[in-house]
């Protein structure tokens, strides 16, 4: 009788243990899912608006997960000027269009263009730029 006995609380341990783990694994799925979750989050809400190392300016669209190009028009100083306020920098140095054929940029890159009308009152860069072709392909620099 006694080998038997052992035998169930034997399994009783391993069953316990495997409840355990199962519950430890459950646990550290969800938290990780969570973290993951929080960082993509916070990566997306602090740098929708940046510089490339060319100085030309992308915008981040959320909706498609794409970095857009600003088409250059004639609301240029303004959208740079509310681009680096959104970055955290006091002033906008210098802007400039930068035909993008002239830096070896493959034709498919995608950008936002301008609506003016909206510049005034824009809080946020993303408030006044909506997707287009930029038939021009002369993007705005900002330095």
């Given at each position: 009788?006694?080998?038997?006995?052992?035998?169930?609380?034997?399994?009783?341990?391993?069953?316990?243990?495997?409840?355990?783990?199962?519950?430890?694994?459950?646990?550290?799925?969800?938290?990780?899912?969570?973290?993951?979750?929080?960082?993509?989050?916070?990566?997306?809400?602090?740098?929708?608006?940046?510089?490339?190392?060319d100085?030309?300016?992308?915008?981040?669209?959320?909706?498609?997960?794409v970095?857009?190009?600003?088409?250059?028009?004639?609301?240029?100083?303004?959208?740079?000027?509310?681009?680096?306020?959104?970055?955290?920098?006091?002033?906008?140095?210098?802007?400039?269009?930068?035909?993008?054929?002239?830096?070896?940029?493959?034709?498919?890159?995608?950008?936002?263009?301008?609506?003016?009308?909206?510049?005034?009152?824009?809080?946020?860069?993303?408030?006044?730029?909506?997707p287009?072709?930029?038939?021009?392909?002369?993007?705005?620099?900002?330095?």
């Amino acid at each position: 009788p006694c080998p038997t006995r052992r035998s169930g609380v034997v399994a009783a341990g391993v069953v316990g243990l495997l409840v355990t783990l199962a519950v430890v694994a459950v646990v550290v799925t969800v938290t990780w899912a969570l973290v993951v979750q929080r960082v993509r989050k916070i990566d997306s809400d602090l740098y929708p608006v940046q510089v490339n190392s060319d100085a030309r300016l992308a915008v981040y669209d959320q909706r498609t997960a794409v970095w857009r190009l600003v088409c250059s028009s004639s609301g240029d100083e303004a959208v740079a000027r509310l681009a680096c306020e959104e970055m955290g920098f006091v002033r906008m140095l210098t802007n400039s269009a930068m035909k993008i054929t002239d830096k070896g940029l493959n034709l498919t890159a995608q950008f936002y263009c301008v609506r003016l009308q909206q510049l005034p009152k824009a809080q946020k860069t993303e408030e006044v730029l909506f997707p287009c072709l930029c038939k021009s392909k002369i993007a705005l620099s900002v330095q």
